[in-house]
């Protein structure tokens, strides 16, 4: 978790954006502004709702992908994305049931 606080993290995840936005998506101002907030969004709920209520904050996760596969319909890439959060959000939820610790 000490690794998703540190400046190197935020600075990849937002060269990876700006990347995928001009190279990946038809609008790249679209893309970029809706990758940004989907990032803050994420980034919220796993620094602030997770380490309190660690399945919660999985399902959180989970039902975010789940709008993120609704955007999916237009952008094949972006399906990658939302896998990329339901993954993530059915492991959290599921080793939180499990007890399981990071």
């Known amino acids: 978790m000490t690794f998703l606080r540190s400046s190197l ?4 995840v937002l060269a990876a954006i ?3 936005s001009v ?3 038809e609008s790249t101002f679209f ?3 809706g990758l940004l907030v989907l990032f803050g969004i994420w980034y919220a709920i796993y620094l602030i709702l ?4 660690r399945g919660t904050g999985g ?3 989970v039902l975010l992908s789940m709008f993120v596969m609704i955007a999916a319909i237009d952008a094949i890439w ?3 994305i939302s896998l ?3 993954l993530q959000g059915n492991w959290l939820a599921f080793s939180s049931a499990a007890r399981l610790d990071e």
């Open 18 to 20: 700006i990347l995928t």
């Open 78 to 80: 972006v399906a990658g």
């Open 23 to 25: 190279f990946v998506a």
């Open 59 to 61: 399902i959180v996760i």
């Open 9 to 12: 993290f935020r600075g990849g």
């Open 84 to 86: 990329l959060l339901f």
């Open 50 to 53: 997770v380490p309190r209520l």
């Open 31 to 33: 893309a970029g502004f």
